[in-house]
């Protein structure tokens, strides 16, 4: 059935008696360029949107669950004491999936990048953290968690970490369906440059449509040569700007390939991602197809108006 469809939409080449009547000299126009432009930012786009909707999935999916617990209690005795006693309060819980205490190493390694050697004063208090992961798919579970903290250490603060990724997850998918209606926008534009070059070549190749009418050609018949011609300019556009597109998305690929998130990242192999790329894949056949029937639309109503 597809195969027939894109038969449909795509003729074979033509024999060398029609050609002579349309030449399809696929570099002798704007259009083939156009098109190719068209492709390679749409290919782009198409690749950023993507990259950002899974990227804000992942994001979502891996912090959303997440809590750090802050005790800033200035007595170090007493402060280790409370880790130990939440950490034990936790431990087995069903809502907690992992409770990890961060090193006091670390956070002075992070302050000391900020504050610099000499505001690593030996009496600056430090907090401790303790990250805990809740079981995803327990909606009380923070509630619970903010219960047992209390209990042991009033003044300990719990931040999920979610408070804070709900802004940047928006932020992201808002960037995502801006690269969506670009390429909207970029399929509206493809659409208007093929009709405009059909219409051009209509009125360039007036004269031998009618004589093509006189001898008892059809609308269908003259409709398919410019469809042909079309078709074989939109092919070549299509595969410009694919080639184009592919080689920078891979380049971005490649020096990003160690970033989590993204089109472009090390899953890769993932089922989501092979989606991905089928869907980069399918654009260009798809591009061919707009741009064929654009033109097969284009010039049978204007062969209906003027004719």
């Known amino acids: 059935m597809a195969r027939q469809i894109l038969r449909q939409l795509v003729p074979a080449r033509a024999p060398a008696h029609e050609r002579a009547l349309l030449p399809e000299g696929r570099l002798s126009g704007p259009m083939p360029w156009v098109i190719a432009i068209m492709l390679f930012l749409t290919l782009l786009s198409a690749a950023t949107g993507l990259a950002l909707f899974r990227a804000a999935g992942d994001v979502g999916h891996d912090l959303a669950g997440r809590v750090t617990i802050q005790i800033a209690d200035p007595n170090p005795a007493t402060r280790a004491q409370k880790v130990r006693d939440i950490r034990a309060a936790l431990d087995g819980q069903l809502y907690v999936e992992r409770v990890t205490t961060v090193d006091e190493a670390e956070l002075k390694t992070m302050l000391r ?75 509206v534009a493809t659409v208007a440059t093929v009709t405009l070059a059909t219409r051009g070549a209509l ?6 449509i009618e004589i093509l009418h006189l001898i008892g050609s059809t609308d269908r018949q003259i409709a398919r040569l410019f469809q042909r011609r079309i078709a074989m300019d939109a092919t070549f556009g299509c595969t410009v700007g694919f080639l184009a597109a592919f080689i920078v998305i891979m380049t971005v690929g490649w020096q990003f390939r160690d970033v989590a998130a993204g089109l472009l990242s090390g899953g890769s192999a993932s089922r989501g991602f092979v989606w991905d790329y089928v869907a980069l894949l399918a654009l260009p056949i798809a591009g061919v197809a707009i741009a064929t029937w654009t033109a097969r639309l284009t010039i049978t109503r204007a062969l209906h108006r003027i004719l």
């Open 113 to 187: 990048d900020w504050l610099g050697d000499a505001g690593m004063a030996a009496d600056l208090p430090i907090p401790a953290l303790i990250d805990v992961d809740l079981v995803a798919d327990d909606p009380g579970g923070l509630d619970r968690l903010r219960a047992a903290v209390t209990r042991i250490a009033p003044d300990a603060g719990v931040e999920p970490h979610a408070a804070w990724l709900g802004a940047v997850s928006r932020l992201i998918r808002s960037l995502a369906w801006l690269a969506a209606a670009l390429i909207a926008m970029m399929i």
């Open 203 to 208: 009125n360039t190749h007036y004269a031998t």
